[in-house]
Every structure is written in C-alpha cells, then in structure tokens.
Nanobody
Framework: QVQLVESGGGLVQPGGSLRLSCTAS????????MGWYRQAPGKQRELVAR???????NYADSVKGRFAISRDNAKNTVYLQMNSLKPEDTAVYYC?????????????WGQGTQVTVSS
C-alpha cells in the first residue's frame, strides 16, 4: 500500500510562487506515473501535470510555461513548482501515483493541499 502526503500549499498573491511536494511511503515512486491534479469548488478534478517513470512530462494548457513537475527518486518525492500564479489556479491540489503492471493497476491519491491565489 502506498501512502502519499502532499505539502506546500497556502495563500499566495497573484504572480507569486509555491512549490508543492508529494512524498510517498510504502513503494518506490520511480515505478509510477506521477501526476498532480486539482479541483476547484464546483468543478471536476483536472490533470495539471504528470511525469512518467522515464521522466517525460505533459501539462495542462492552462499551466504550460508556469508550472513544472519534477521528481527526486532518492527522496521518493515529486514536486510541482508553480510560478506566476493566477486566481484561477486556486484549488485543492492532489498527488496521484499510477501503475499498470501487467494488467494489475495500482492507483493512489494523497489527501490534497489547498492553494489559494488572492490579493
């Protein structure tokens, strides 16, 4: 069983930066497709960024050029660096670890961390 713990959320002014962290216990994150998702009030959860075990990445169009996902396998941690934050980035951000190992799917979520962008 994998446990994911996010941290780093908070209140930031528009144009500011935050770095979210997602640390895992119970398994090696390097084996997983790691993703950051977010859910704003009244909206569906959406993909923000994800990184494969080979470190290829993709981003939602709304965050391209502003957000960056990275991973430190030695620390079993995935990060989301968020720059030039906008009020529309306000949401609960969730970390996800996904793996399909010969048809056996593992899919884990963290508890979420609140990001509020407001002046």
């Amino acid at each position: 069983q994998v446990q994911l713990v996010e941290s780093g959320g908070g209140l930031v002014q528009p144009g500011g930066s935050l770095r979210l962290s997602c640390t895992a216990s119970g398994s090696n994150l390097s084996l997983y497709l790691m993703g950051w998702y977010r859910q704003a009030p009244g909206k569906q959860r959406e993909l923000v960024a994800r990184m494969t075990s080979a470190r290829s990445t993709n981003y939602a169009d709304s965050v391209k050029g502003r957000f960056a996902i990275s991973r430190d396998n030695a620390k079993n941690t995935v990060y989301l660096q968020m720059n030039s934050l906008k009020p529309e980035d306000t949401a609960v951000y969730y970390c996800n670890a996904y793996r399909n190992y010969y048809g056996r799917i593992s899919d884990y979520w963290g508890q979420g961390t609140q990001v509020t962008v407001s002046s």
